[in-house]
RNA sequence: GCCCGGGUGGCGAAAUUGGUAGACGCAGCGGACUUAAAAUCCGCCGAUCAUUGCGAUCGUGCCGGUUCAAGUCCGGCCCCGGGCACCA
């Protein structure tokens, strides 16, 4: 056996070996347990990052962990091919999207074999390839013919310069990021999904997903955010006619302190109230400008300005005057809110700020209510009595609001209603790079779908770029010239794309079956459906994972598959991140630089004093560790480490440096860490590959120190096993650490070498999944069999773990006082004694009354004394 | 602004979920081997005080509470991160 570890050529000798015995392609098997692993497919943004690598081994190490216990495991993987960095890249670059994505999924398809993830490669795919697309643009055609699919005005960011439409991204402090112009609001006719019609099942779902991270759940708990409230309407008078001003409120016991409503600027009485006053005409302008983004709106000042209409109480008669507020959504409820100064927050400030009247119409207890400044307590509806409020005083918030919407209910100008926060799905982009809307406008018959027998509508892949990122398939007459599927009349095509969330919502179904051609799935999704366990950064809480959970229930009811949820279980991985330096620039910019180009002064303790760049020996300033970016400059090569270090080397890192949904902090030394235990394993297996080498175990007489070893070998195992159940893998490699360590104890006895035997083949066990080529290389070298892969997993021996005494640490008055060893099957009494007894805890309870003896099994006595 | 997380030695972390805080590793220090260095192996390693030794006090972001016992539970703050619907 060679000496030295050499990762190089024991890697790639088993990539080959997996990939001519096809060691990971799978097919369906009704006789095992199938268990389908997946990570959440990459964007090819050009090659792997430090996130990809921590994400595709969390997946992998599970894959194998389950196939070592026996099941069928299928891991897929495959592109998230279409977006908007490819446009990017095509204006840098002078080069095709299509052109540049394959060249990444190329590299990186390269990188992520070398990493000796054990994919089933038969059923990649790219979702820019059409007959892929084509199957989500047939499935929205049918949700068009269900009433599913509807289009509507919505408002985009629009460059005024560029005449484009930007991205949320593409705007940085309310500019467009090319050509600097402030963005204006713009209203455009877009595609929408109807998520709001499978709102209370995507919600009551989350009750049973108990295999998904309660925080996750939560997260789509709010989003979705189903409220209990009232619609109600102010009624007023406008040229003569009689019209209604309608508002939703979750606090309709407050309707009494109603000082003043506020409305959008794009609601239509506000714009009728601007048509003869110049004044909130150019108001209603200015709120035209900025992004469209919620936490813009959200933070942005709080402006507004008076109608001049008013309207009418519905319960009281008074006329409340109605504002524009540039904090009012278009899109969400009524476009309008009723405002109560005195119990909303906002109101408050808006009040304040604009002199508007504060009424106070909620009470708690004996607490004095004042104008001057906002208290939490007076948005409070749990304890809140309704006063000031007439017929209404003395009640408390589910009756008033019974009392109110009856009321309001006589009247005709309200009821109680359910109401979501979630909006429905707008699915149209004006980009280039997505897959095309299959949908068809014609003067004669108004829209048309696309029919199946028509489909793909193929995105031409051979197209120029222009600087300002306009779409080239919008000026493409001879593509978006069609004749009508009804009527066969000149036509025209649906030139915007799909959100590529589309894409991200189904492509784990697709793996199941990718090379269906007459259907979307077939027969097979329903084998492997749902995915067991789904792995993938925590950013993708909400959108990814709620319209991914949408669209399965699409499939579902057009009879594609038949489970209600996708993804069984979830697993969040924390970011990846490393310490960034920079320089300030006279120009009051930043420039950063890469780890790898830094040099560090550390005092006697390791803390870092003061950085110098490699190249010129001037210092530089310690940033802080962030998210590993290229904006910061700090980002490390996986490819540069798994050249240095091997893959297994990479791979046992970043599972070990800290757990899966932890953020996971780049370090240098770290690494070359996790390379000297892996060396170290490789060592003792080359030093003693004579004695404990060969198939079978052998049995043989112990004396205590070999008791000891077998026994932390076997809890090692123990805790090993629990913590690959829990997904909690850095844990697991510090039980592989202990097992070596005392393996390395052991001496030359033949009841050494049969321990160490037992130990070495439990150990590389352990490791297989998380470094699975030196595991593959060892298990064949010491003639343990053929395959760690399919072994199966080792069991804990609890005869090994059984102890003749037990150490008890006895307390008094709950402080460690000391440590006493009792034989493991002491009377409680005994154990009470034998506390008692200790001459240091004699010491702390002389001259006390003992009250109270507190006994944990296994683990501590406490007497309480004083 | 709203929603969701997280804060433990010089550093990454552990504590099987209310029962010995700091396992395992990194860095550091000391020793062995070596002509020497690297590599490797062995040992020490929260702070303060005390010390020949035993030990004592403090310590899990901050303030308060519950409990025989709190990193863990409850209330209030501070700081950091993720998401906010056209980044993926």
């Not at 189904?506 to 259907?519: K, L, S």
């Not at 590959?689 to 049995?699: H, P």
Request: hydrophobic letters at 35%; aromatic letters at 10%; glycine letters at 8%.
């Amino acid at each position: 056996m060679q000496e030295t570890y050499n990762p190089a050529e024991i890697e790639s000798e088993a990539q080959q070996h997996w990939q001519e015995n096809n060691s990971f392609k799978v097919s369906e098997d009704p006789d095992r347990e199938k268990y389908y692993c997946l990570s959440m497919f990459p964007y090819p943004s050009g090659k792997l990052h430090m996130g990809h690598v921590r994400n595709y081994t969390i997946g992998d190490v599970v894959t194998r962990y389950q196939r070592m216990l026996g099941k069928n495991v299928l891991q897929p993987m495959g592109w998230d091919a279409f977006g908007l960095p490819a446009e990017g890249a095509a204006i840098k670059n002078n080069m095709a999207p299509a052109k540049w994505t394959y060249s990444n999924i190329e590299y990186m398809e390269g990188q992520l074999r070398q990493l000796g993830f054990g994919y089933d490669w038969d059923r990649e795919l790219a979702t820019c390839k059409p007959d892929y697309y084509k199957w989500e643009q047939w499935l929205f055609t049918e949700l068009y013919k269900k009433g599913l699919v509807y289009r509507k005005n919505s408002v985009v960011n629009w460059d005024p310069v560029d005449q484009t439409v930007l991205a949320n991204e593409q705007v940085i402090d309310g500019r467009g990021w090319r050509s600097g112009a402030l963005v204006e609001r713009r209203e455009i006719p877009q595609w929408f999904i109807k998520i709001t019609d499978y709102a209370d099942e995507l919600l009551e779902e989350l009750d049973n997903m108990g295999d998904w991270p309660e925080q996750v759940r939560t997260m789509q708990r709010n989003w979705i955010g189903k409220s209990y409230g009232v619609r109600f309407a102010f009624p007023y008078e406008l040229d003569g006619k009689a019209e209604q001003l309608w508002v939703y409120t979750t606090r309709v016991d407050t309707i009494m302190g109603i000082t003043f409503c506020a409305v959008s600027a794009e609601h239509p009485l506000a714009l009728h109230a601007a048509q003869d006053n110049a004044e909130l005409a150019a108001f209603l302008e200015e709120c035209q400008s900025g992004s469209v983004a919620e936490a813009d709106l959200a933070t942005m000042e709080k402006k507004g300005m008076p109608t001049g209409i008013s309207v009418t109480h519905p319960l009281t008669g008074e006329q409340v005057p109605v504002w524009v507020g540039n904090y009012v959504l278009s899109g969400y409820g009524e476009g309008a809110v009723m405002a109560v100064p005195a119990h909303d927050e906002r109101d408050f400030h808006f009040a304040k700020a604009y002199g508007l009247e504060i009424k106070h119409v909620i009470q708690v207890g004996d607490k004095s209510f004042s104008t001057d400044a906002w208290e939490e307590w007076y948005a409070d509806k749990e304890n809140g009595v309704c006063v000031n409020s007439d017929k209404y005083n003395g009640l408390n918030y589910a009756d008033a609001v019974d009392a109110i919407a009856a009321d309001l209910s006589a009247k005709g100008l309200g009821e109680k209603q359910v109401q979501y926060r979630l909006r429905d799905w707008g699915v149209s982009r004006q980009r280039y790079w997505g897959a095309p809307i299959p949908m068809v406008h014609c003067d004669k018959c108004g829209i048309v779908p696309v029919p199946k027998e028509d489909l793909p509508v193929v995105l031409p892949e051979d197209v120029e770029f222009d600087a300002t990122g306009g779409s080239p398939i919008k000026k493409m007459p001879e593509w978006s010239n069609t004749s009508c599927p009804a009527c066969g009349g000149p036509a025209e095509r649906e030139t915007d794309t799909f959100d590529t969330f589309m894409e991200s919502s189904w492509y784990y179904a697709r793996y199941t079956c990718p090379d269906a051609g007459d259907d979307m799935l077939d027969e097979r999704a329903n084998y492997w459906l749902p995915v067991d366990h789904y792995i993938g950064g925590i950013e993708h809480a909400i959108l990814h994972l709620l319209y991914a959970r949408f669209y399965h229930k699409l499939m579902r009811d057009a009879g594609l598959v038949s489970s209600d949820e996708p993804f069984t279980k979830l697993l969040t991985q924390g970011m990846v991140i490393a310490e960034t330096y920079y320089r300030d620039e006279a120009d009051g910019s930043k420039t950063w630089f890469n780890p790898a180009d830094v040099d560090t002064e550390q005092d006697t303790k390791g803390r870092v004093l003061s950085a110098k760049l490699k190249s010129d020996g001037q210092p530089v300033v310690v940033g802080g560790t962030e998210k590993m970016s290229k904006s910061k400059n700090n980002g490390v090569d996986p490819q540069d480490m798994v050249d240095l270090f091997g893959a297994d080397t990479v791979r046992l890192y970043t599972m070990f440096t800290a757990p899966p949904d932890q953020s996971l902090e780049w370090s240098d030394e770290g690494v070359e860490g996790a390379n000297r235990f892996i060396r170290r394993v490789w060592s003792l297996a080359a030093n003693r590959s004579g004695e404990i080498s060969g198939a079978g175990s052998d049995t043989c007489n112990l004396d205590d120190t070999q008791k000891e070893a077998r026994r932390e070998i076997h809890a090692a195992l123990k805790q090993a096993r629990f913590d690959y159940e829990r997904q909690q893998f850095n844990t697991v490699v510090s039980a592989c650490m202990k097992v070596v360590n005392a393996l390395y104890k052991l001496g030359d006895s033949a009841a050494d070498k049969v321990v160490l035997k037992e130990g070495f083949s439990i150990v590389l066990r352990l490791l297989a999944p998380i470094a699975p080529h030196v595991t593959h290389k060892l298990w064949r070298e010491l003639g343990y069999g053929d395959e760690i892969l399919d072994t199966s997993w080792p069991e804990a021996d609890e005869s090994a773990l059984v102890q003749e005494s037990i150490q008890y640490v006895a307390q008094v008055n709950g402080k460690v006082r000391a440590k006493i060893n009792v034989p493991a099957d002491a009377a409680r009494e005994a154990i009470e004694q034998a506390a008692l007894a200790d001459a240091n805890v004699q010491k702390f309870i002389d001259g006390k009354t003992v009250r109270k003896v507190i006994v944990v099994p296994n683990k501590l006595v406490n007497i309480v004394a004083n």
